[in-house]
């Protein structure tokens, strides 16, 4: 069966490095890994996306291993404003069919 | 910068009704997405559309399900016989795939309420 799985919910301060984890047991071998922010009521919102090894942009790095079972959004200095749900979208093989599957969602509460 | 756009915002309708979500996608996109989510869950896959068929779809797109584009803008999502179970926000998304990277991008939302 197909899953993703993040951790349910994380805690911060101001200007400490986040780190969310997802783990993806049957990823489809050739397309790319991303990662969404959600507010509440709102639609996902792209952060970054990768297909191996390190991907940086302004917002955030994404770390992907070789064997690509895993992925890490790294959010080098949170604010307040990051306070959100994030999630990964992982493409995913189940029985012979690729579809994506979101993670299971990470609570980002980053406190003052 | 543009965005996906989807209407109404907010649909109530009786059990048993049909309903028609809208979206237009980003202009110049070609791949086009519906996804759900239950209040309090997280977001699921309904169904991917390119080149003017279903490319992908997931279990939860069942035959009550179909999607549609009308004309060169709109992106539609219908619903024949609603249950209740099928009250979510629908979220609608686009992306032009550029090679192997599928960036998609979502509109705010369609909040259904099936009574």
């Known amino acids: 069966l197909a899953k993703t799985t993040q951790p349910i919910s994380m805690d911060s301060y101001e200007g400490q490095e986040v780190n969310i984890t997802c783990s993806h047991n049957n990823i489809a071998t050739n397309d790319y890994i991303t990662w969404y922010q959600q507010f509440p009521s709102q639609g996902p919102r792209f952060i970054i996306q990768g297909y191996k090894t390190k991907v940086t942009n302004e917002v955030a790095s994404l770390f992907i291993p070789a064997d690509r079972k895993s992925s890490t959004l790294s959010l080098p200095r949170v604010s307040l404003s990051d306070t959100a749900v994030y999630y990964c979208?992982?493409?995913?093989?189940?029985?012979?069919?690729?579809?994506?599957?979101f993670g299971t969602g990470t609570r980002l509460l980053v406190s003052p | 910068e543009p965005e996906v756009t989807q209407t109404p915002s907010h649909q109530v309708t009786q059990m048993g009704q049909e309903v028609i979500l809208r979206c237009v996608p980003i202009s110049n996109h070609l791949y086009f997405y519906w996804y759900r989510q239950i209040l309090g869950q997280k977001v699921e896959f309904l169904v991917s559309?390119?080149?003017?068929?279903?490319?992908?779809k997931s279990e939860i797109f069942d035959d009550q399900f179909s999607v549609e584009r009308p004309d060169g803008s709109n992106f539609t999502l219908k619903i024949r016989s609603t249950k209740l179970e099928d009250s979510a926000m629908y979220f609608c998304?686009?992306?032009?795939?550029?090679?192997?990277?599928?960036?998609?991008?979502f509109g705010p939302g369609t909040r259904l309420t099936v009574l």
């Open positions: 559309f390119y080149n003017n068929e279903i490319s992908e």
């Open positions: 998304a686009s992306s032009d795939r550029t090679g192997v990277a599928d960036t998609q991008y």
């Open positions: 979208l992982v493409p995913m093989m189940n029985t012979g069919f690729q579809k994506l599957v």
